[in-house]
Nanobody, 129 residues
Framework: QVQLVESGGGLVQPGGSLRLSCAAS????????IGWFRQAPGKGREGVSC????????YYVDSVKGRFTISRDKVTNTVYLQMNSLKPEDTAVYYC??????????????????????WGQGTQVTVSS
């Protein structure tokens, strides 16, 4: 069973950058797709990005395309979300989650919440001047 801990959130001005980290323990991430989700105040949780277990496939929701980049470090068992050109509407609690897959070579991932079995506690991102 994998445990996930997010970090890297904070307060940033519009146009600024943050890098979120999702550190995994208890299991290698080789057999997991990892997703990043966010939940703004008064809104439902939405999928932002995901990366496949094979690490060669990633997906981004339209609102973050070209601004956010997801990556995985196999050595440190950590997934990152680099967020550039941040906007006030990016303000939310950001969560990472793990989806157990059958193959370490699976080249697909999903941002459907129901696919994910393991969740971190979240990290707050606030974009404001």
């Amino acid at each position: 069973q994998v445990q996930l801990v997010e970090s890297g959130g904070g307060l940033v001005q519009p146009g600024g950058s943050l890098r979120l980290s999702c550190a995994a323990s208890g299991s290698t991430l080789d057999y997991y797709a990892i997703g990043w989700f966010r939940q703004a105040p008064g809104k439902g949780r939405e999928g932002v990005s995901c990366i496949s277990s094979s690490v060669d496939s990633a997906y981004y929701v339209d609102s973050v395309k070209g601004r956010f980049t997801i990556s995985r470090d196999k050595v440190t068992n950590t997934v990152y979300l680099q967020m550039n050109s941040l906007k006030p509407e990016d303000t939310a609690v950001y969560y990472c989650a793990a989806d157990r897959v059958y193959s370490r070579y699976d080249s697909s991932c999903s941002t459907a919440i129901y696919e994910y079995d393991y969740w971190g506690q979240g990290t707050q991102v606030t974009v404001s001047s």
